[in-house]
């Protein structure tokens, strides 16, 4: 028998592996290899420099103006110490003054990022020319309304310091979600710095049994027609946004018009990530990666393309095992507490459709991701918690395969996804030729 060894990302500095035998292994699936870019410092400024739709910073810009840079949180691994310097210098030919700027963080309803780690983020050179703030989505005082989205009706309250601005420009990074089809774009703004009832209505549970709703959909997604108005609305003139290889590098650029951008970027990503399979596996072991893997709330999307993808990616009845150390915890007490409260799945679903809580969204795609497979959050540091939300708590690797074996039998196919979050498992007879 021919064992095979793999070194799958857990923590920031540190890989776990895992012993699959050659006769149960399926497949290995990754999104399409890209290079990174040569010099992508170079190419960052040539891109926005060279906008491919709308107008340069320097001339949208002006010398007296307010200017805003909404950038991502830690949540996300944007190269955002590379992106806003290089808006910085734009600025600088428009006479714009670094005590005219100020850096908000898309926090949507995740948690403050502390100084270190803005300092981390935007680097220490950025932290000490311009001021940083996190956004707040429960600080009523700092919100505003604005009016309503077209298609699904979201109310969209936004951060006060982004609507008094005169220029607001964004950061992103492009990549698959399970609402807007694809991130980037006017994302950063709805969610990304938006009261809570903006979030809590976007992410509504039955927005996902709509039409043209979910992984991979952008054309015709009301959420994602939603989030283009609500951010032409709020007054994003200019994103700078990038799609990362799977070593974390970035291999695309692009600037200007915030929804030229995101499409331009999400067509790429689109021939990257979709990965076709032969058959359905029993077991997926899908690796969310640093940092979505700090908490419960973004492991557990690792999970979503193997369920709710273009096709389904794993057989009914399986297991899904997924490499999460949560030292941020769940990540959300909603979705902590609709998982732990409920007294089946069908409850979750249930609920999902009758009410809306931030993070219950997440509950409701729990419940159905479960329905089809098991899921088994491996080297948690919350074992019991995860155990109270329905999953299953496994120390080691070893023991989850062999919790799936035993469940699944010793002839089980085994998948393996490094980059589940940014792989989309496609059956091969139902990709498009």
């Known amino acids: 028998m021919i064992v095979l060894r793999f070194e799958l990302a857990y923590e920031v500095d ?14 290995v699936i990754k999104p399409r290899e890209i290079p990174k870019l040569a010099n992508a410092e170079r190419k960052i400024r040539e891109a926005i420099s060279q906008p491919i739709k709308g107008n340069t910073i320097s001339k949208i810009a002006e010398r007296e103006h307010k200017v ?6 830690i949540s996300r691994p944007c190269p955002d110490e590379k992106l806003v310097p290089a808006i910085l210098e734009q600025l600088r030919y428009a006479d714009v003054r670094d005590n005219q700027v100020s850096v908000v963080v898309a926090t949507g309803m995740h948690r403050p990022m502390t100084r270190q780690e803005l300092m981390t983020k935007l680097s220490e050179g950025v932290c000490e020319r311009v001021e940083a703030i996190n956004h707040v989505c429960t600080d009523s005082q700092n919100l505003k309304l604005i009016g309503e989205t077209p298609n699904l009706r979201i109310p969209i309250w936004v951060n006060r310091i982004v609507l008094e601005a005169d220029t607001v420009i964004s950061t992103g990074m492009v990549d698959p979600h399970i609402f807007a089809g694809y991130t980037g774009g006017g994302k950063s703004v709805m969610p990304g710095v938006s009261g809570l009832q903006t979030i809590e209505s976007m992410h509504r549970p039955e927005w996902l049994e709509r039409p043209f709703v979910g992984i991979c959909s952008v054309d015709h997604n009301p959420v994602r027609l939603d989030i283009d108005w609500a951010a032409r609305r709020v007054g994003l003139r200019f994103a700078v946004n990038v799609v990362l290889n799977s070593e974390g590098e970035i291999a695309q650029v692009r600037a200007g018009d915030p929804t030229a951008v995101q499409r331009e970027l999400a067509g790429i990503v689109d021939g990257v990530i979709r990965a076709p ?12 990666g640093y940092p979505k893997n700090r908490d419960l709330y973004q492991a557990t999307r690792a999970a979503n393309n193997f369920v709710l993808g273009p096709t389904p990616a794993v057989r009914k009845g399986g297991v899904i095992i997924v490499p999460a150390p949560c030292q941020d915890g769940t990540g959300s007490e909603i979705f902590y507490k609709w998982m ?27 419940a159905k991701i479960l329905k089809r497979a098991d899921v088994i959050i491996v080297g948690s540091r919350i074992p019991s918690t995860v155990e109270d939300m329905k999953m ?3 120390e080691t690797i070893e023991e989850a395969l062999e919790m799936s074996m035993k469940k699944m039998g010793d002839k089980a196919k085994i998948l393996v996804s490094p980059h589940g979050l940014t792989t989309v498992p496609v059956l091969a007879s139902e990709m498009k030729s």
């Open 68 to 73: 805003v840079i909404i950038v991502t949180d």
């Open 14 to 27: 540190r890989k776990i592996s895992v012993q699959i035998p050659d006769e149960n292994l399926l497949a």
């Open 277 to 288: 399979i032969t058959e359905l596996p029993d077991i997926v072991i899908a690796v969310p």
């Open 392 to 394: 299953v708590a496994a």
């Open 340 to 366: 732990r409260d409920a007294k089946d799945l069908d409850e979750i679903i249930e609920r999902g459709r009758r009410e809306m809580d931030a993070g219950s969204h997440r509950a409701y795609i729990m």
